[in-house]
C-alpha cells in the first residue's frame, strides 16, 4: 500500500517501449561510468543532470551505510545534498528494537521531516 502511495502520480501510467529504453539506459550507464567508478576521486564531471544519477551509483555503499542511522544529522544531510524529497520507512520490516530508536531521531528531527502517509507497514516522510 505505501508503494502505491508513492507511485500513485504521473510515474505510475504505461508507457510504451519504456523496458527496452530502461534496459538501454541500464546498459549505457554501466558502459560509461564502470571507468569512472574505478578512480572516482580523479575524474572531474561538470554539472549535467545525468551526474546526480552518477553520483547515486558512486555512492551508493556509503548511503546505505549513512541509512542505516536514519533519521541523523549526516544521513538527512547528505540526502538533501543529492536532492532527495521524500523518505520511504518500512516499519515492518525494521529489526527488534529499531523502530523505538527511529522514533525517537523522527520526534528529534521534526523540523526537517514532515510525515506525508501513514499507514501499519509504513509511512512516507517529506524532507524540508
Do not use: N
Not at 538501454?24 to 580523479?42: A, N
Not at 544529522?73 to 523505538?100: C, M, W
Request: no cysteine.
Amino acid at each position: 500500500m505505501i508503494d502505491t502511495w508513492a507511485g500513485s502520480g504521473q510515474r505510475s501510467r504505461h508507457v510504451p517501449g519504456k523496458w527496452p529504453a530502461a534496459a538501454l539506459y541500464v546498459l549505457l550507464t554501466l558502459l560509461l561510468t564502470y571507468p569512472l567508478s574505478l578512480k572516482p576521486d580523479r575524474t572531474v564531471l561538470a554539472h549535467y543532470p545525468d551526474d546526480e544519477l552518477l553520483m547515486w551509483v558512486l555512492a551508493h555503499e556509503v548511503i546505505y551505510k549513512e541509512l542505516r542511522s536514519f533519521p541523523d544529522v549526516q544521513s538527512l544531510q547528505h540526502l538533501k545534498q543529492l536532492g532527495v524529497t521524500y523518505v520511504i520507512a518500512h516499519i515492518d520490516r525494521f529489526p527488534p528494537g529499531e523502530l523505538a530508536r527511529f522514533e525517537e531521531g523522527v520526534r528529534s528531527f521534526d523540523a526537517q521531516l514532515k510525515l506525508e502517509f501513514l499507514e501499519p507497514a509504513g509511512r512516507v516522510y517529506s524532507l524540508r
